[in-house]
């Protein structure tokens, strides 16, 4: 039988590992490979890795971290796959098809284009032509505004005119292999995952989805779980600061025969 | 022994190449008709469609190449996802296309009724016949699939593993000297290690 799965996610700015809060605040917390290494060891089922670096800020040199420097995601994919066997997707600023095409040279299996703009399904279009669809996920960032869900672009600074059901359609129909479903709302805050979001939308597509958003204890995951059938669970910081988080979070879901993998301590 | 990746320019190559190297094998990448000659072992990586896999190894001239080394030579060749389907006779993505007929079949796309697809994720292995590529896995192993299609294989006693999403379909191929695997080992953490190691063996 086919595993639901956890999967934790890397944020990146400039190559360094970060915390983020409602797409705003950010603490950067370093190197980006002992996190791997600790994920991958604890058996996540897959990673992902979104670059949220912006081009207009001036990228400091920082000598106060003592790691490294990579400072493109490329640098950071091109490490990690030497020893990293398994599952990544990444994402964040992906506007074109060699973008793609280096990153999955470089060890990606599947790319996550954010839906910035109206035409976009245009590219994810072209994007699943070209790599198949099984290798591209299409990562939206929801926010409620008036009651309604409404998608944001630009980092969360911008609302895009089709409503969330409309665009997951147009999405589907395109060629996108998966969603990622983020809510800004609750991004960093660590007070659950929204369920109803998520159940919305599940249930409007036939491609599996991934949700991320919210995360704060051990019961978040139960809840989300056990009232949806979402096919991946995602989360960043709560995986980032909790010790052992990813196999004990394995070994709920795992025990109360949610379907998830076994967990198991590998070590690679 | 040389190891050689087969460079069809289509799909993971680097992944499989990071793998192989990790557990300190000599490997290379290459489409040169030499390197494939010196090779002991041939793997075929593959992501993307059925067409596009076909119409490379059409272009960089691989077919007659590989027909040589593994029907005449019996070189041990393993195919992974697109890799393995094109073994087949068909293809049905897009359009019917014909493959490297290696071994008698067609490909065609997943019916798995209500559930989602792609089959993405982890999914666990049965069994249908014993194989020396089966060393120390068992059908509790879970390996990472993703994919549409599946090989629909004409002789059934090629079958060695099934995977169920949907229906039963073949995750385990074997013919002679010719395996497939439409799961990828190289993203299979410690099973997909194991597994490898065991075609590394052959």
Sequence with gaps: MKKR??????????????????????????????????????????????????????????????????????DVLEDVSKFCFMPITVGGKIDNLEKIE??????????????????????????SKKFGSQCIVNSIDVKIIDGAY????????????????????????????????????RDGAGN????????????????????????????????????TTV??????????YKEHSVFLTRKLLYEKNLNFREPVLLSI | MTICIVDANSGNKKSVYNLIKYLSYDV?????????????????????SYIEMMSKLKKYNLVDILSNEVLIKKKPFLGICVGMQVLSTFGYEFKKSAGLNWIEGIVRKLKTDKLKL???????????????????IDENSNFYFLHSYVFESKITDSIIAETSYGESFPCIINSDNIWGFQFHPEKSQIPGQLILKNFLKL
């Design chain 1, 5 to 74: 799965r956890l999967i934790p996610i890397i944020l990146l700015k400039d190559g360094a590992i970060v915390q983020s809060r409602n797409f705003r605040d950010f603490n950067i917390l370093g190197d980006p490979l002992p996190s791997v290494k600790r994920f991958s060891e604890w058996a996540s089922d897959e990673l992902i890795f979104l670059d949220i670096s912006r081009d207009e800020e001036v990228k400091i040199n920082r000598t106060d971290l003592n790691f490294q420097k990579r400072v493109s995601l490329s």
């Design chain 1, 102 to 127: 280096e990153y999955l040279a470089k060890g990606a299996d599947k790319v996550a284009i954010n839906t910035f703009l109206n035409s976009n399904y245009k590219f994810i279009e072209k994007s």
């Design chain 1, 150 to 185: 409404k998608i944001f672009t630009h980092n969360g600074s911008k609302i895009l005119s089709y409503n969330l059901g409309e665009w997951l359609k147009i999405s589907e129909s395109s060629g996108s292999g998966e969603i990622l479903i983020n809510s800004i709302d």
């Design chain 1, 192 to 227: 659950g995952f929204d369920i109803d979001l998520i159940n919305f939308v599940d249930n409007c597509v036939k491609i599996p989805v991934i949700c991320c958003g919210g995360a704060g204890s051990y019961e978040d995951f139960l809840e989300v779980a056990t009232k």
């Design chain 1, 231 to 240: 096919d991946g669970i995602a989360a960043a910081n709560f995986f980032q």
């Design chain 2, 28 to 48: 290379r990448v290459s489409r040169s008709s030499e390197d494939i000659n010196k090779a002991t072992h041939l793997i075929l990586p593959g992501v993307g």
């Design chain 2, 118 to 136: 792609p089959h993405i994720g982890w999914n666990n292995i049965m069994i249908q016949k014993k194989n020396k590529i089966l060393d120390d």
